[in-house]
């Protein structure tokens, strides 16, 4: 299996060099549906630096609170509020790629582009994006092949390429290796961790133990849409401070 390249020459954008948008500052969110609170009273915050995994069992809220910090749900209560005040710079400094990813009825290299264009980026830049994208991705000889025909793996892949390709300040990705193979796997935890080197916030959601032991610096533990615990990740697999975190680790959490 090949390894990712090396992406040191791209960077992400903070553009005209003013401050970022960071930090996140998620307080009291909650989010009910029919009277069943999905999320309850979850508040934390998050920098710039660490990869943040929120863990925790299916259906303990991790994707719903992707997409709330992520802006495409609003919470019932709470608040979810970035350093930066302008909406049009928060919106525009972050990416999301969910777990089955959307992808338009064109090309791989038209995927990108569409992005870049909504960024009003000129088209030599355009073009040097998409060719380094698809690099750094494996997918160069897939360039003019449609999109939906891709494999899982390819399309999660060509998913993380358009989401790099407008540098975001922060990435938020929904169960990203949920529906792809162990080799597929192990090549985007590896694109993955470039996204965070290369200076790009990176937050991602899993229920699996081994990657998130593998990828995280910071762990978020989500349990039946509570935050239980919020901690480094050595010492959050050392030994939690919650104790429905450490049954978690332990395989022995209850329903």
């Given at each position: 299996?090949?390894?990712a390249p090396d992406w040191r020459n791209e960077q992400a954008c903070v553009p005209d060099g003013k401050p970022g948008i960071f930090p996140l500052r998620v307080t009291g969110v909650s989010f009910e549906v029919a009277?069943?609170?999905l999320l309850d009273d979850i508040s934390f915050e998050l920098g710039s630096g660490p990869l943040t995994v929120i863990l925790g069992a299916n259906g303990a809220g991790k994707s719903?609170?992707?997409?709330?910090c992520h802006g495409l749900l609003s919470p019932t209560r709470g608040a979810v509020n970035w350093q930066s005040a302008s909406k049009v710079r928060v919106r525009n400094s972050q990416a999301m790629v969910f777990q089955r990813p959307v992808l338009l009825r064109r090309s791989v290299a038209a995927n990108i582009d569409y992005v870049l264009r909504?960024?009003?980026?000129?088209k030599p830049e355009r073009l040097r994006r998409i060719d380094a994208c698809l690099r750094m991705t494996g997918l160069s000889h897939l360039g003019r092949r449609g999109a939906r025909v891709l494999s899982g793996g390819e399309q999660q892949k060509l998913a993380l390429a358009r989401a790099w390709a407008v540098r975001p300040e922060i990435v938020f990705l929904d169960e990203p290796t949920a529906n792809i193979d162990p080799s597929a796997t192990l090549f985007m935890e590896n694109l993955i961790r470039q996204f965070s080197r290369a200076g790009t916030k990176v937050v991602l959601t899993t229920h699996d133990l081994a990657q998130a032991k593998r990828l995280a610096d910071e762990v978020l533990f989500l349990h039946q849409g509570r935050l239980l615990e919020q901690a480094p990740a050595k010492q959050f697999f050392d030994g939690p401070e919650n104790p429905l975190a450490r049954a978690f680790l332990q395989g022995e959490l209850p329903c």
């Open positions: 299996m090949a390894e009277g069943h609170y719903l609170l992707l997409k709330i909504l960024q009003g980026l000129a």
